[in-house]
């Protein structure tokens, strides 16, 4: 059973308070439960955190990939919310997972203004998802499971395609 990390950045844990034009009316409980039935009837397992900070965020992952009895293997969830134009710290951290990656913004933050918002952590995607709001989770632990699953019939766990 493939086990996923789901981590939301800072401000996440105001959705469905925080602006609910731009990020919608659900809150992240609500987001995280969606994710949980998804993964259950993948077969899978979502660990979920969520901080302001972004040292906790790299702890709370770095804690999870030196877990022996639940060890992270089937890829990185990640909102890096207000850390997606200088959460180079973080960056690294998921980089060094070695795991696929799928990048979740809930709005399109690229139409925000007349210059697209720079986003450091486009580069090392796997997938990418900007726009669909809340069902941008469900799509993306599908789109990254589909990728193991697809690896795991060529032979080669967790290798991207």
Excluded: K
């Excluded at 409980?29 to 259950?40: L, M, N, T």
């Excluded at 070695?98 to 918002?117: D, R």
């Excluded at 726009?131 to 799509?139: D, E, P, S």
């Amino acid at each position: 059973m493939p086990v996923y990390a789901m981590l939301q950045g800072p401000n996440l844990n105001r959705l469905g308070r925080r602006d609910p034009a731009r990020y919608g009316h659900r809150t992240l409980p609500h987001i995280q439960r969606d994710v949980d039935e998804c993964a259950d009837g993948l077969g899978a397992t979502v660990l979920h955190f969520q901080s302001s900070h972004e040292g906790d965020l790299i702890d709370w992952l770095h804690g999870r990939q030196d877990d022996e009895a639940l060890p992270l293997d089937g890829g990185v969830i990640l909102n890096p919310a207000g850390l997606t134009r200088a959460g180079w710290s973080l960056r690294t951290a998921v980089v060094d997972t070695g795991l696929p990656v799928a990048i979740v913004h809930l709005s399109e933050l690229h139409s925000y203004g007349p210059e697209p918002e720079p986003d450091i952590f486009l580069g090392i995607a796997n997938v990418y998802i900007a726009g669909a709001g809340w069902r941008g989770y469900r799509l993306a632990l599908e789109a990254l499971h589909g990728r193991s699953e697809d690896a795991r019939r060529r032979g080669s766990p967790g290798s991207p395609s």
